[in-house]
């Protein structure tokens, strides 16, 4: 499940940080930006599940959806849950300052965009046909 990547690319960041020889790219008090990133997708990625929660659609890959949200976060992004997980990373990497941490969002860009996002947009195309097509043509991917 994607929070499981999430949780393990941040912990790899950690551990990269403090054992890989360092080069520095932010130093205090400016690594402190990252704690917006961390907020901010915390904040878009909460909210997203809330609404899934409240529509009582699925939120795990691979199940199907009996609605289509295109509501609240959903409005400016087709996976706010994913962008909001890779926001976390990247502050994470910010408030760490080490060069060798921004590798993992890029990381978990692949990972995210090979193994979940095909599925799901076949399988929301699958369900809601013309519906989501429509959707797609006015709201992007990530941003």
Same mark, same amino acid.
């Given at each position: 499940m994607p929070p499981t990547y999430l949780y393990t690319l941040i912990l790899l960041a950690i551990a990269t940080h &403090? %054992?890989? !020889?360092?080069?520095?790219?932010? +130093?205090f008090p400016y690594n402190l930006t990252g704690m917006i990133f961390i907020f901010f997708g915390a904040t878009i %990625?909460?909210?997203a599940d809330q609404i899934f929660k409240k529509?009582? %659609?699925t @939120?795990? $890959? /691979?199940?199907k959806s009996n609605k289509l949200i295109i509501k /609240? !976060? +959903?409005?400016?992004? *087709?996976? $706010? =849950? +994913?962008? /909001? =997980?890779?926001?976390?990373? &990247?502050g994470t990497s910010i408030l760490? /300052?080490? #060069? @060798?941490t921004f590798?993992? $969002? #890029?990381i978990f860009i692949i990972l995210i965009e090979t193994k979940f996002v095909p599925l799901e947009e076949r399988n929301m195309e699958k369900t809601f046909g013309k519906e989501y097509t429509n959707?797609?043509?006015? @709201? *992007? *991917?990530?941003?």
């Open positions: &403090f %054992t890989i !020889p360092l080069i520095k790219i932010i +130093y %990625t909460l909210w529509e009582k %659609t @939120v795990k $890959p /691979g199940e /609240g !976060p +959903y409005k400016i992004s *087709r996976h $706010p =849950m +994913y962008l /909001g =997980m890779l926001s976390i990373l &990247f760490l /300052g080490s #060069l @060798v590798i993992l $969002p #890029l959707y797609k043509k006015k @709201v *992007r *991917r990530w941003i």
